[in-house]
């Protein structure tokens, strides 16, 4: 088939983006116009128009009895017939793990809460990711593996049921409820890294029960067509939305509340094809961040964060608002960033790109613009190659573009690299920029081409000078 001159030109052009080749944007036009061709290649599921509702195959909703099965029977039944809607009503449906099936919308109607259980034994053994590690470990709380057209949608809630009392103390800190004959998880993620670093094959390194790797809220993985929508997220007992090895992921409209420990808000891994818009994050570590795999599996596995949209969110407290790594061994390419708002003494960072030399891989093509401001603890921009140990695969960073960031009291620095000298972040560009409130206005040091123009911190116009950092 032959397309016209105009086609040609743009399937060119995206095609360079989707390939992550190497460039610097010239002009905000450029990644503009890139968004635009992403916008056209997510897709959202659609759903047969057909119920299933939960009390219908035994479940009670009286947030006592548990109605595991019930879930397990309705969506089975939806998945046999074709596809819909798995309806939860009102009520509050004490659950173990729920596993959704090929061309199911698991749907929450309003005043519906999903409960899952706190008891590990109802949690089976699943191949799974942990911190960016693949292993057999507790089944995250919704989990999918290759399927296709998947949803969790509607207005109501899905409770982690984690708190200081369970879940939470695993992390080994007091904060979180940790004391003395509590376990920790410390060892086992000890043992899940020399188990990695040692190249064990994933299916070998059996933890779960008897272990004490806490497990994600929903974790699809391989899986292609995705929509999470509308439902309010709180009290996981670690990350929320783990999407990994996905392709066409459409986050929208969700609520993410939790001060937990490593209780990040989206953290899709190793995907491609990713929109997350119009959600609302309040967490006890990064709001987003978009990671792909922990050094050995992520550079085994080769497979780069790619194509990312992230607009019109709101961040309040987090390590990090927009956030890249830090397992990020895979790299990540193609992220963009557009009218978001973030504003918390709590909140620590706006754009945070984290990484180390046990990681490697290439971070680039980063776009981010029309950022608004209140607050934040450490660095509006903050570049950090030495995030953990050190290795031997010095990462890259390259091509990053910040235009129209307002902040109008800032914390510790307004603009943070920490670089390896024969690794300097490349091409940083930032654009119509005003940071206010900072003490520190730059803590540069291996910087190659950084631009600013008609940049001011605290009121004064920004000038580049390189330091060793901190």
């Not at 399937?11 to 080749?21: M, R, Y």
């Not at 089944?139 to 369970?166: F, M, R």
Request: proline share 6%; charged share 25%.
């Amino acid at each position: 088939m032959k397309l016209p001159l105009t086609a040609t030109v743009l399937f060119l052009l995206f095609a360079s983006v989707i390939k992550g080749q190497s460039k610097v944007w010239t002009t905000t036009a450029q990644p503009l116009k890139e968004i635009e061709q992403l916008r056209k290649l997510i897709k959202a599921p659609v759903f047969k128009k057909k119920d299933f509702v939960v009390t219908s195959y035994g479940a009670k909703g009286d947030g006592v009895t548990k109605d595991t099965e019930a879930f397990r029977k309705a969506i089975e039944a939806c998945n046999a017939n074709g596809g819909g809607r798995v309806v939860v009503p009102a009520g509050k449906f004490l659950t173990g793990p729920i596993y959704l099936k090929s061309n199911v919308n698991l749907h929450l109607q309003d005043n519906a809460t999903i409960v899952f259980s706190q008891d590990p034994k109802d949690y089976p053994i699943v191949f799974t990711r942990w911190e960016g590690m693949e292993c057999m470990n507790y089944s995250p709380q919704i989990y999918a593996w290759k399927e296709e057209n998947i949803a969790v949608t509607g207005t109501g809630t899905l409770d982690g049921n984690a708190n200081k009392e369970a879940w939470w103390p695993w992390c080994g800190s007091p904060r979180y409820g940790w004391k003395q004959g509590v376990p920790r998880q410390q060892p086992d993620r000890d043992s899940l890294h020399v188990l990695m670093h040692n190249n064990v094959d994933p299916r070998k390194r059996v933890f779960g029960e008897g272990h004490y790797l806490r497990p994600s809220m929903l974790q699809p993985y391989h899986c292609k067509n995705i929509l999470i929508s509308g439902v309010t997220m709180i009290s996981s007992p670690m990350w929320f939305i783990n999407p990994v090895l996905c392709e066409n992921v459409t986050v929208e409209k969700v609520r993410v509340e939790s001060r937990g420990p490593n209780t990040d808000g989206c953290d899709p891994e190793a995907c491609k094809n990713v929109l997350i818009r119009d959600c609302y994050f309040d967490t006890g570590d990064d709001c987003i961040a978009i990671k792909s795999g922990r050094d050995e599996d992520g550079r085994r596995i080769g497979r780069p964060a790619e194509n990312h949209l992230i607009e019109g969110c709101q961040m309040k407290a987090g390590h990090g608002g927009v956030v890249i790594g830090s397992e990020i061994a895979g790299g990540a390419r193609n992220i963009y960033a557009i009218n978001c708002t973030m504003s918390s003494p709590q909140l620590e960072r706006v754009l945070r790109i984290k990484t180390s030399s046990s990681r490697g891989g290439i971070i680039e093509n980063v776009f981010m613009k029309d950022v608004k401001v209140g607050t934040y603890k450490d660095a509006a921009v903050h570049c950090n190659m030495f995030y953990e140990k050190p290795g031997k695969f010095i990462p890259t960073i390259r091509n990053i573009w910040v235009e129209n960031l307002d902040v109008e009291d800032g914390g510790e620095y307004g603009v943070y690299v920490r670089a390896y000298k024969e690794s300097p972040v490349q091409n940083l560009k930032i654009v119509n920029s005003t940071i206010n409130g900072v003490k520190t206005p730059m803590q540069v040091d291996h910087v190659k081409e950084m631009n600013l123009q008609n940049v001011m911190i605290n009121g004064e116009p920004a000038k580049l000078t390189t330091a060793p950092a901190m």
